[in-house]
């Protein structure tokens, strides 16, 4: 099934069961946000909200809410996408050749970007942003976002579609300093690829264009936030993927999508910020106002029947973790063509994915060592941490493809392997005054952190405990302790002040560790706020811990030692507290959650969805 835009998408869902519509009215501030993360929660279908209160326009959300819908959604674009995203070395030349490569089942002629005649698509109307659904997503956030946009510019120096990028970056349409109607705040990084574009613009001395396409075929979405192949442009993916060109035109300069629900142009211009946020992000925590390019509107269309698609962000997992299942699962191999020696990279979702890389690679190095270390690994691991996305990692466990079939999807299985094996006195690695993720407050700065590297192979070194060693009983100011999975243990302390107070009580902590012993089972020790919520679940243990510490900072060890410039120890502890210089963690508000009741009611339009 290919669609021809996002009405017809609606439609096939519902037809399959996929989809419900609210009939209700609901509220855009906090409610629509409160009541997709409750759907999602309970693995539900997606949600057409058919009135939304202060808007004329619909609204849907969830739609790639789960990893089957989204394959769902894409069933017969699905295998030829697959093919040509397998083509790395160049992928166009299954659009220049298609008889050659006949078995990705590509057609040129419908990949390709089409351009239209005639300026503004028939059916388009011109609109204002306040007529567009408001939707404020956490009672902290600055304003109400779009957050499935599809971004596009184009390289001042190269114009037209195929030197063109497009992304998802959120759009704050209301609150903070914008002028109502007339500016909006862009949120994007600046190597992004409209990062690089407004930067060769600003050599011009001249404005950027820049579209902001909303909603259109599903298709459409998904291209914005895709790792593709260099040479294949997002544009012709958001063809290949729909089974259908992306119809295009141009009005006063600004690229118009024929298919899009909603446009809206305008002009970033050099030097101009705007404060941007707070807005509840991916980590799970608000990331808080920085300044960041306000876009000036220039016009904003809709068509006719136009749905605004949007989706809800928070602590993991959430919509958007399903997208990453579906690029794992349409990049396939791709990393392992880009670094050699990969065979596995999980960027784990519970951790906020950035936070925690897992990564398996080949060890080739070691037959001709007398005894098994990491190696070529090492290599590997410095390169997954320059490549791409993966360079905002804190955090890499990386072992060797050896004789035990492992995954790095099974998480307490990796983890429990890499701890029998590594060695505390050789096999940690730290990268101090790095980069890591802006929306990460755990660092010393924004986009200012480090990274560690934690590697093993060979044999197993140890027996992991599974029971929490008598030792930790008897510590003075420090207590709780409660099993997280083997070999690791959540120790409850008093709460962070500051670094110079840490480092003391750290260095009392281990002194009392040592002298009660030494723990060979337990390699790693989680300072937190409160043992019984890092024990409680896994993934409470791999949000908190990899959210809220800084490697450099916050990683201290008994009968720690630097020699020749290695730190070394006997036991990892992780301060995994909180820290103040760290965003708020996002909480719902209890009166929208006793609100929004009346839908999940016995009887009620979602009251089969109680989890």
């Not at 009135?51 to 989204?70: D, H, P």
């Not at 659904?133 to 184009?154: C, M, N, R």
């Not at 909603?262 to 300044?291: A, M, R």
């Not at 024990?535 to 201290?556: C, E, K, M, V």
């Amino acid at each position: 099934m290919t669609y021809r835009n996002l009405e017809e998408c609606i439609i096939d869902l519902e037809k399959h069961g996929h989809l419900i519509r609210i009939h209700e009215e609901v509220d855009p501030l906090l409610e629509m946000a409160a009541i997709h993360l409750k759907v999602y929660e309970a693995g539900g279908p997606a949600l057409l909200f058919e009135n939304v209160k202060g808007s004329k326009y619909r609204a849907v959300s969830n739609l790639f809410g789960t990893i089957e819908r989204s394959k769902f959604i894409f069933r017969d674009t699905w295998d030829s996408s697959q093919n040509v995203i397998a083509l790395r070395n160049d992928p166009m030349k299954a659009l220049k050749q298609p008889f050659k490569y006949i078995g990705t089942g590509l057609a040129a002629r419908k990949a390709l970007p089409l351009k239209t005649l005639g300026g503004v698509p028939a059916g388009f109307e011109e609109i204002q942003i306040s007529d567009l659904p408001q939707i404020k997503h956490w009672q902290g956030d600055g304003g109400a976002f779009v957050t499935l946009p599809q971004v596009y510019s184009e390289d001042p120096d190269k114009p037209g579609i195929m030197n063109s990028n497009l992304g998802m970056y959120r759009i704050q349409l209301s609150g903070n300093e914008y002028e109502v109607n007339k500016e909006v705040g862009v949120h994007y990084q600046i190597h992004r690829g409209i990062g690089i574009h407004q930067s060769q613009a600003n050599k011009r001395g001249e404005p950027l264009k820049v579209s902001c396409f909303i909603g259109g075929p599903p298709a459409h979405t998904l291209s914005a936030v895709m790792p593709l192949p260099e040479g294949l442009s997002e544009m012709t993916f958001a063809g290949l993927l729909a089974g259908r060109h992306f119809r295009y035109s141009y009005v006063d300069g600004f690229c118009i999508s024929a298919d899009a629900d909603f446009v809206i142009t305008g002009e970033i211009h050099p030097g101009e910020t705007k404060p941007e946020g707070p807005f509840g992000d991916h980590l799970g925590y608000y990331s808080l106002v920085h300044p960041f390019p306000v876009m000036k509107v220039h016009k904003v269309y809709a068509k006719k029947g136009a749905i605004f698609p949007f989706t809800v962000v928070g602590r993991p997992p959430q919509e958007d973790t399903a997208f990453g299942e579906l690029i794992h699962e349409l990049t396939g191999g791709a990393v392992k063509q880009e670094i050699p020696g990969v065979k596995e990279v999980h960027a784990v979702d519970a951790s906020g994915v950035h936070p925690l890389l897992f990564a398996i690679g080949s060890e080739r190095y070691t037959p001709y060592q007398q005894l098994k270390q990491p190696a070529e690994i090492l290599t590997i691991a410095n390169r997954i941490l320059g490549t791409g996305q993966l360079s905002l990692a804190k955090y890499l466990f990386i072992t060797a493809e050896e004789d035990r079939a492992i995954s790095t999807h099974n998480v307490v299985d990796f983890l429990t392997y890499i701890l029998e094996r590594i060695d505390l006195h050789r096999d940690i690695h730290f990268q101090t005054n790095t980069t890591i993720d802006t929306l990460d407050y755990s660092g010393t700065g924004m986009n200012s952190g480090s990274k560690v590297i934690f590697a093993a192979v060979g044999e197993q070194k140890r027996n992991l405990c599974t029971e929490v060693p008598e030792v930790l009983s008897r510590l003075q100011g420090f207590g709780e302790a409660r099993m997280v999975m083997p070999g690791v243990v959540a120790l409850q302390g008093p709460a962070f002040i500051n670094y110079k107070e840490a480092q003391q009580q750290l260095r009392s902590l281990c002194t009392a560790i040592e002298e009660q012993g030494p723990l060979p089972s337990l390699p790693m020790i989680i300072l937190c706020d409160d043992s019984g919520f890092m024990s409680g679940t896994l993934n409470n243990f791999l949000w908190a811990t990899f959210t809220r510490s800084n490697p450099s900072h916050d990683i201290y060890g008994v009968n720690s030692v630097v020699e020749n410039k290695h730190w070394s120890c006997d036991n990892v502890i992780i301060d995994a507290r909180t820290k103040p210089h760290q965003a708020p963690p996002l909480i719902p508000d209890p009166e929208v959650e006793r609100h929004i009741e009346r839908l999940f009611a016995k009887g009620a339009i979602l009251g089969g969805l109680r989890k």
